[in-house]
């Protein structure tokens, strides 16, 4: 039974989180470090190069690692604190089983005995239930290598087709709209072209807390001459030094597209040529936009109508532009739309696939672009192959040495997975780099979820959140105990490097993977024995997919600082802007720059749609969430970290003053956000630069503090990725913190 | 010269994110690890998200080590303003009280003001200053005059200031919008008696001093 064994306190009392800070060889200046390795940061997907100083294994500080192009050496707080979750109080030297008995509720277990135990799980699961009794949920943090295994392992191994990753959280809608307008989900730019654009759109994009060094790209094409264009509820630092900011309305942005979409063709700031050449379905769409003037777009966007004509103006006679967006407008109910709204009006200019002229999504995981690629997707196969698709299927069978008809079908979405336990048809479930305890919207039911399981194993470094309802944890490793291959924002492969050895008990995550196949005595296909040896299958796996790994080696990428895919050959240097006028792709076939068989781009028809869940008298206002510079996804990492929960130490309530005047709240208060589903009750925090209809609260926090007790399960009815961006609340003030903190 | 002569520091306020890496990464210099020799201030968080990063700006007469009783505070010839010697400072606090920017900092533990020496570890060698590496915006730069102009053609960099009478010039430089004029509010003119410092002046300018002026009263273009 997957239940916390113990009181929640008690297993944080011995599994913490508790706070690493600088002592011993890493506060000594004496010190000299042993090596010196260069790699990059763990956290988000800009991957940062860094160098790590290591002694007696040990990540005892960094060095910025000043030559390698993407940052030259800047780190956000992140970067230069998280050598502090290595030799971390907290860290899981060995597996530990669930014992209400012991001391936090888990006794230790020796490795082979608790492999044997998951093996015995998932045998009595799958022998009673069917393959499909037991699930995996992965994420976009593991490497390349380790994500293509993890699709594999549920493919192959375990012959379950529900496995999917938190990236459901997180790129999905993006990477949706990429394939149906452009046939390919990739950052269409490198970051470079932000540099000469003449105007720099950014949608729902907390770029200097989110990305932070994405900041220096943006103010450096400000610097000369760009005007900058902030879409946001709230006025982040990025949109302090913009030229104009539009407040939207949270869930409002495909309004906003269309009704910059009307301008453009008022005013005739289209490139015919272009759209002539180079797309499809533009008529369909311009009919479609003939009801967003600036008026109804301002009444449905709340961004007045001004601002949004100059908006319009900016963009449709600038010469070059960036657009950029994030979570911001992909967490909604109708992600995939707003994504599809601000491609159209790239593709309206024209201006996509030249230098200084491009689109991107600012991926938010570390592999959140490689991880996405494959085949740890419900729906995928590696080299973003479709799992539906014969030939696809046909392919990557012969890949793995199994028959077409042994691989199983789709699977569902991370969320549907919990339902499908509420329902009774997933019984068991392996965890790896994923806390939906944390993570997930709605996430009281999450947890009841797990307690319904009746085995659960979890792979983590530390006890995560949701690893505590585990019947068996495993302690995998951390991104600087193993080697691999992650995909940035920008699509430039690179490697990470191994710094240090897992400690204790610990084990890469690969060999804890392959020993579980081997104590199911299914090893077949699980015997590598090395991460390069996973890339190496993965390269012939990707082969002639549109997600082309094939010319990509450990070496291509250190001699050319990355390597941006598709890369097919060995002799090829890779891809780094796509969609240029001239370039060859394997859909296509020359037929022209995007990936669909006439080589055209497709705009879409993007009807607007209102959040899944409206204000009401009794919910009157919108919560939306997001992350702040010092910590990062579910915190498993940056709040065991002590600089970083120095900098945030909780969240809180961030609501305007006539919002503050109107509850009796003053800045420091405590006040209670509630929606349908649940309370949280926080600090409030009184600034002028959001909403006055809009509260906000960072989601970083576990139990009593989270957010995502509050948010609404809606989901995209084609990404599957859920509206964390907009619910329904109302705000009172509280009398007091809450019961536990 | 430990900081090649070629190389200057520069802070943009206009670019500062709030984000505390340099605050971070100061804990992380060799000469001072685990206290960050930086403050980061938002100027006021209920009205606007902008943060300023407060470093030492090494002026080329500082307050700190004028008004040191124990002497304890050395500018090197390279103009780097250091923190107090050891065996000398007597936590007396009167550099804390003085500096016009508010740098020094008293750790009362060690009973040693410290403050910012420019990474002298790092320029030492070759590197940049720890925060001006890490800095995700570049608020805080680390290069050439040449360097400065090209990234930044619509900020200039001063480093002269005025507080009430007394006129300091810096090593750090801070960056203005290039054509503007400016602001002292200047509460000296409204005093009974003038205050004191390490210039002062007969005369006392009025508002909205044209920088060019200033800089000359100075004695450098």
């Known amino acids: ?8 306190d008690e297993v944080r009392q011995h599994f913490g989180p508790h706070l690493s800070r600088a002592t011993g060889m890493r506060l000594d200046p004496g010190v000299t470090p042993d090596k010196v390795v260069k790699t990059h940061c763990c956290f988000c997907g800009q991957q940062c190069g860094i160098q790590l100083l290591v002694k007696d294994n040990e990540v005892i ?9 993407f940052n030259q050496g800047k780190l956000c707080p992140k970067g230069i604190k998280r050598y502090l979750q290595g030799s971390h109080p907290d860290r899981l030297l060995h597996p530990y089983e669930h014992d209400p008995s012991a001391p936090g509720g888990f006794k230790p277990l020796p490795y082979k005995e608790a492999i044997a135990r998951v093996a015995s799980a998932i045998e009595r699961i799958q022998s009673q239930h069917g393959p499909q009794g037991f699930g995996v949920l992965t994420g976009a943090s593991l490497t390349v290598e380790k994500a293509y295994l993890m699709g594999k392992f549920a493919r192959v191994c375990l012959k379950t087709p529900y496995i999917d990753y938190n990236g459901r959280l997180c790129m999905v809608s993006a990477a949706a709209a990429n394939k149906k307008a452009f046939g390919v989900d990739r950052a269409a730019n490198p970051w470079s072209d932000i540099l000469g654009a ?28 760009a005007k900058v264009i902030v879409v946001d509820p709230r006025l982040t630092p990025i949109a302090r030094t913009c030229d104009l900011f539009l407040p939207v309305k949270p869930g409002r942005d495909t309004a906003l597209f269309n009704g910059i979409l009307y301008l453009m063709i008022e005013h005739d700031w289209l490139d015919h040529e272009f759209i002539r050449q180079h797309t499809v379905g533009f008529d369909d769409l311009a009919a479609s936009v003939r009801d967003w003037t600036p008026k109804r777009t301002a009444e449905v966007t709340g961004i007045a109508e001004r601002a949004i004509r100059q908006a319009a103006e900016w963009w449709g006679t600038a010469k070059t532009s960036f657009l950029m967006h994030a979570r911001g407008i992909e967490h909604h109910s109708h992600g995939v739309e707003n994504c599809l709204g601000a491609i159209n009006i790239v593709l309206a200019s024209g201006r996509i696939g030249r230098e200084a002229c491009g689109y991107a999504t600012i991926t938010g995981q570390a592999n959140g672009q490689g991880g996405r690629e494959h085949g740890q997707k419900c729906d995928q196969l590696p080299g973003a192959r479709d799992i539906a698709n014969p030939e696809h299927r046909a392919y990557i069978a012969k890949v793995w040495g199994i028959n077409q008809e042994d691989l199983p079908g789709p699977g569902v979405d991370a969320y549907e997975m919990f339902r499908k336990i509420d329902r009774g048809e997933i019984i068991g479930l392996l965890s790896i780099c994923f806390n939906p305890v944390v993570s997930l919207p709605d996430n009281n039911f999450v947890g009841r979820m797990l307690e319904k399981l009746e085995f659960y194993v979890a792979i983590d470094f530390f006890l995560n959140d949701s690893a505590r309802y585990a019947d068996v944890v495993l302690p995998g490793s951390l991104q600087e105990e193993d080697e691999g291959i992650v995909t940035t924002a920008e699509g430039r492969v690179i490697k990470i490097n191994k710094a240090v050895e897992c400690p204790g008990e610990a084990r890469e995550d690969w060999r804890i993977i392959h020993d579980t196949a081997q104590a199911l005595s299914r090893p077949r296909g699980f015997t590598f024995s090395n991460p390069r040896e996973i890339l190496d299958e993965l390269r012939v796996a990707s082969r002639s997919g549109i997600a082309d790994y094939s010319g990509i080696s450990y070496e291509k990428i250190e001699r050319q600082d990355g390597v941006f895919w598709p890369c097919p050959a060995d002799d090829h240097l890779g891809t780094v802007r796509l969609f240029e006028p001239e370039s060859w792709n394997p859909v296509a076939q020359g037929k022209g720059p995007f990936y669909f068989p006439d080589g055209k781009a497709h705009f879409n028809v993007t ?4 959040p899944a869940e409206e204000t009401s008298r009794d919910y009157p206002l919108m919560l939306t969430t997001g992350r702040v510079v010092s910590h990062f996804l579910s915190g498993t990492q940056t709040r065991r970290i002590g600089p970083l929960v120095d900098q945030c130490p909780d969240p809180f309530i961030e609501i305007h003053p006539q919002l503050a005047a109107r509850i009796g709240l003053v800045d420091g208060d405590w006040g209670t956000a509630e929606s349908r589903r649940g309370s949280c009750t926080l600090r409030v925090r009184v600034v002028k630069t959001i909403r006055p209809d809009t509260i906000f609260i960072p989601y970083h926090w576990p139990a009593e503090k989270s957010a995502n007790q509050l948010t609404i399960a809606a989901q995209d009815p084609i990404s599957k990725i859920p509206e964390y961006k907009v619910c329904a609340v109302r705000l009172k003030k509280a009398a007091a913190p809450p019961p536990t903190s | 010269m430990p900081v090649p002569e070629a190389n200057e520091f520069f802070v943009d306020p206009s670019r500062c994110i709030g984000c505390n890496g340099c605050v971070q990464a100061c804990t992380e210099c060799d000469t001072h690890k685990g206290y960050s020799m930086i403050q980061l201030d938002y100027v006021d968080q209920a009205n606007s998200p902008q943060t300023v990063p407060v470093v030492c700006m090494h002026c080329e007469s500082p307050t700190c080590a004028e008004v040191c009783p124990a002497d304890a505070i050395k500018r090197m010839e390279d103009g780097v303003v250091q923190t107090a010697r050891k065996p000398r400072c007597i936590a007396c606090n009167n550099c804390v009280l003085a500096c016009p920017f508010g740098v020094p900092k008293m750790n009362t533990a060690m009973h040693l003001m410290m403050k910012c020496d420019m990474c002298y570890d790092r320029t030492s060698v070759g590197k940049k200053p720890m925060c001006a590496s890490v800095c995700p915006s570049q608020a805080l730069f680390f290069g050439t005059r040449g360097e400065i102009e090209r990234l930044r053609p619509q900020s200039r960099p001063l480093n002269t200031f005025k507080f009430g009478a007394q006129i300091i010039k810096t090593k750090v430089n801070m960056m203005v919008p290039a054509r503007s004029t400016v602001e002292h509010l200047d509460v000296v003119g409204a005093l009974y008696e003038p205050t004191v410092g390490n210039q002062l002046e007969d005369s006392l300018s009025p508002n909205g001093i044209d920088i060019e002026e200033m800089e000359s009263e100075s004695g450098k273009p």
Do not use: K
Not at chain 1, 1 to 8: G, I, K, Q, R, Y
Not at chain 1, 204 to 225: K, M, S
């Open chain 1, 1 to 8: 039974m997957a239940t916390l064994p113990v009181s929640l």
């Open chain 1, 61 to 69: 500080g960094f060095e910025p690692w000043m030559e390698f192009p």
């Open chain 1, 198 to 225: 003449e105007v720099v759109w950014i949608s729902g994009a907390n770029v200097a807390e989110c990305a932070p060094i994405t900041t220096d790209y943006v103010w450096q094409a400000r610097e000369h001459g």
């Open chain 1, 607 to 610: 009807a607007y749609r209102p």
